[in-house]
T-cell receptor, first 116, second 114 residues
Framework: AQSVTQPDIHITVSEGASLELRCNYS??????LFWYVQSPGQGLQLLLK??????LVQGIKGFEAEFKRSQSSFNLRKPSVHWSDAAEYFC??????????????FGRGTQLTVWP | DSGVTQTPKHLITATGQRVTLRCSPR?????VYWYQQSLDQGLQFLIQ???????AKGNILERFSAQQFPDLHSELNLSSLELGDSALYFC?????????????FGPGTRLTVL
């Protein structure tokens, strides 16, 4: 069965520091991979996505993520965090085919706190 | 703004009651998805509709049902509500022309069952 693990429930960084949020997935083949961000009281906004090709993908707000097939990982990174990046971040996978095509499986999320 | 709208934004009701959550997808999107976000279970897929037809079902309770209308808006009906149904309910939509199933999420409806 598909599953997504975000090992870090809560991460605190100082403004200007670098950031890496971890995501590991369990899936029979290479899925579609997504990172979403949720600010308090808001919906989910797509940061970036991986479908195929270059394993380093660029997203909005200066975020990037790297797909590593051998490690079943899709970690999110940002070189310099801004206070406005404080939010909850969700990694998600989606099937490319089969009976579960259409649905997204989400990790439990990582809450990011940014110190000034 | 994703282009997906959901109403109402907040809903407070009592146990045993029935409520209806409404979702309007982005213009041109034929697929609508419903997700539930709770502290216990996280974000879980409930159900998908495509152009009026049910396409996929996830962990949706029998007390819950959904439909998609000819104008493509969708409603999620929750009945015999229990305290544990308190959650944030998201609707998402996607463009069938896209292979990769990128989903755009609405702002959610926060349901509180007292």
């Amino acid at each position: 069965a598909q599953s997504v693990t975000q090992p870090d429930i809560h991460i605190t960084v100082s403004e200007g520091a670098s950031l890496e949020l971890r995501c590991n997935y369990s899936y029979g083949a290479t899925p579609y991979l997504f990172w979403y961000v949720q600010s308090p009281g808001q919906g989910l906004q797509l940061l970036l996505k991986y479908f195929s090709g270059d394993t380093l993908v660029q997203g909005i707000k200066g975020f990037e993520a790297e797909f590593k097939r051998s490690q079943s990982s899709f970690n999110l990174r940002k070189p310099s965090v801004h206070w406005s990046d404080a939010a909850e971040y969700f990694c998600a996978v989606g099937a490319r085919r089969g009976s579960t095509l259409g649905r997204l499986y989400f990790g439990r999320g990582t809450q990011l706190t940014v110190w000034p | 703004d994703s282009g997906v709208t959901q109403t109402p934004k907040h809903l407070i009701t009592a146990t045993g009651q029935r409520v209806t959550l409404r979702c309007s997808p982005r213009s041109g999107d034929l697929s609508v998805y419903w997700y539930q976000q709770s502290l216990d279970q996280g974000l879980q897929f409930l159900i998908q509709y495509y152009n009026g037809e049910e396409r996929a079902k996830g962990n949706i309770l029998e007390r819950f049902s959904a439909q998609q209308f000819p104008d493509l808006h969708s409603e999620l009906n929750l009945s015999s509500l229990e305290l544990g149904d308190s959650a944030l309910y998201f609707c998402a939509s996607s463009d069938p022309g896209l292979e990769h199933n990128e989903q755009f999420f609405g702002p959610g409806t926060r349901l509180t069952v007292l």
